[in-house]
Nanobody, 124 residues
Framework: QVQLVESGGGLVQAGGSLRLSCAAS????????MGWFRQAPGKEREFVAA??????????ADSVKGRFTISRDNAKNTVTVYLQMNSLKPEDTAVYYC???????????????WGQGTQVTVSS
């Protein structure tokens, strides 16, 4: 069974940077794209960014465009997706999740494999 494990979260001051990683393990899986979502307390889970495995085409939420960069590394026997987050703002504070989808979608319900999440806290 495939598992996605996020890492790299933490506490950072506004204007700072963090890089999140998402490693897939436990076997092979059918995936069209990988995405990052986030969920702040009392809010719905929202799309942040996604990257297609084929061609590396990326997509970003307007709120992070120009500040966040998603990338992937699908070297032999490893699958890792990164989210480089720069110029962080307090409103970026949330639990960040990586997920896999077999379709081109920004909808959370379109993703079928999820990680456990990593906390990102941005202080003002």
């Amino acid at each position: 069974q495939v598992q996605l494990v996020e890492s790299g979260g933490g506490l950072v001051q506004a204007g700072g940077s963090l890089r999140l990683s998402c490693a897939a393990s436990g076997g092979t899986f059918s995936s069209y794209a990988m995405g990052w979502f986030r969920q702040a307390p009392g809010k719905e889970r929202e799309f942040v960014a996604a990257i297609m495995w084929s061609g590396g085409i990326t997509s970003y939420a307007d709120s992070v465009k120009g500040r966040f960069t998603i990338s992937r590394d699908n070297a032999k026997n490893t699958v890792t997706v990164y989210l480089q987050m720069n110029s962080l703002k307090p409103e970026d504070t949330a639990v960040y999740y990586c997920a896999s989808t077999t379709a081109a979608t920004r909808r959370a319900d379109g993703y079928n494999v999820w990680g456990q999440g990593t906390q990102v806290t941005v202080s003002s």
